[in-house]
């Protein structure tokens, strides 16, 4: 499973812009057809447990498990 730091790692190198910072940092990316992706990034240096990085994986990022690993 990937680390709270690669999320972020990944949401920086695929485009997404860093729009509110707390205890967490929220993210999103605009898509060319108007639909905005949001994702969560903890601040926390641990791994991302795996039922909670297969929901982040799929309904927030919308990508394949090699692009995300590709983007790191």
Not at 34 to 51: C, D, L, N, Q, Y
């Amino acid at each position: 499973m990937p680390t709270w730091k690669e999320l972020k790692r990944f949401c920086e190198n695929d485009g997404w812009e860093c729009y509110k910072s707390t205890d967490h940092d929220f993210y999103r990316k605009i898509m060319a057809d108007g639909r905005i992706k949001r994702t969560k990034v903890s601040r926390g240096s641990g791994e991302v447990h795996a039922h909670m990085w297969r929901e982040i994986l799929k309904n927030q990022l919308q990508v394949s498990e090699k692009y995300f690993n590709d983007m790191i």
